[in-house]
C-alpha cells in the first residue's frame, strides 16, 4: 500500500536553529498538509498546499514556518528559528480528496 | 472555527466486548468526519468515514454514527480483539475552510485479552 514518508523520525535541534522536515507525499496525491501534535494535545492544522502554492494556514503558521515542494516529489516544512514551543510532533498528509494519508511523523525536540 | 471534543480519553474493555467512543462538534456546517487509528510510533490511519448525508457506516467490526441535529458521532468497534488497542481521534472539516480537518483530543483504547 503507497505510504507518505517522512524524515527524519527524530530531530533535536537548538533554539533559534533552522530546521526542515521531510515528506514524500503519495506520487497520485494532490493535496499535501502538514499537522502537528504537542505531547498530549490534538493534532493542529498547519499548512494545506495544493497546485504549487498554499491554499490555506493557520494561525500557528506564521513567518517562521515554510513550506516547499522543490521537486515535484519532495514536500518539506521549515522553521527558520526555532522556539522550545516548536517541540512536539509533526504529520505530514497527503490526499486526492476525502481522506488523508499520514505519514509516521517528525519528533521534533528544541533544546 | 470549529471545536471537536471527544470521549473518552482512555477506554480499557475485555477482549470481545464492544468499544464506542463519542465526538461532538460546533458547526453545523462540518460536513464529513473520519476516524483515525494510531498505533505507537505511527502515524495516524484512516479506519472509516462518514458524510454529513449518511446516518450510518459500517464496515465489518467498525461502525460509525452521526447525529447531525445534536451534532455528535460515534465509533464503534465490536468483537474487540487485542490489535485494536491504539489511540482513535475523531475529526471534522467544515464545507467552507477547503480540507482542513479538526481533531479531537484521542481516546487510548486498551483490549485486554
Known amino acids: 500500500e503507497p505510504e507518505v514518508t517522512q524524515t527524519p523520525s527524530h530531530q533535536v535541534t537548538q533554539m533559534g536553529q533552522e530546521v526542515i522536515l521531510r515528506c514524500v507525499p503519495i506520487?497520485?496525491?494532490?493535496?499535501f498538509y502538514w499537522y502537528r501534535q504537542i505531547l498530549g494535545q490534538k493534532v493542529e492544522f498547519l499548512v494545506s498546499?495544493?497546485?504549487?502554492?498554499?491554499?490555506?494556514k493557520s494561525e500557528i503558521f506564521d513567518d517562521q514556518f515554510s513550506v516547499e515542494r522543490p521537486d515535484g516529489s519532495n514536500f518539506t516544512l521549515k522553521i527558520r528559528s526555532t522556539k522550545l514551543e516548536d517541540s512536539a510532533m509533526y504529520f505530514c498528509?497527503?490526499?486526492?480528496?476525502?481522506?488523508?494519508?499520514f505519514g509516521s511523523g517528525t519528533r521534533l525536540t528544541v533544546v | 472555527g470549529e471545536n471537536v471534543e471527544q470521549h473518552p480519553s482512555t477506554l480499557s474493555v475485555q477482549e470481545g466486548d464492544s468499544a464506542v467512543i463519542k465526538c461532538t462538534y460546533s458547526?453545523?456546517?462540518?460536513?464529513?468526519f473520519p476516524w483515525y487509528k494510531q498505533e505507537l510510533g505511527k502515524g495516524p490511519q484512516l479506519i472509516i468515514d462518514?458524510?454529513?448525508?449518511?446516518g450510518e457506516k459500517k464496515d465489518q467490526r467498525i461502525a460509525v454514527t452521526l447525529n447531525k441535529t445534536a451534532k455528535h458521532f460515534s465509533l464503534h468497534i465490536t468483537e474487540t480483539q487485542p490489535e485494536d488497542s491504539a489511540v482513535y481521534f475523531c475529526?471534522?472539516?467544515?464545507?467552507?475552510?477547503?480540507?482542513?480537518?479538526?481533531f479531537g483530543t484521542g481516546t487510548s483504547l486498551t483490549v485486554i485479552p
Open positions: 498546499f495544493y497546485n504549487n502554492e498554499i491554499s490555506e
Open positions: 462518514i458524510r454529513s448525508n449518511v
Open positions: 458547526d453545523s456546517a462540518s460536513n464529513y
Open positions: 506520487s497520485n496525491h494532490l493535496y
Open positions: 475529526a471534522a472539516r467544515l464545507t467552507n475552510t477547503g480540507n482542513q480537518f479538526y
Open positions: 498528509a497527503s490526499s486526492v480528496g476525502r481522506g488523508y494519508t
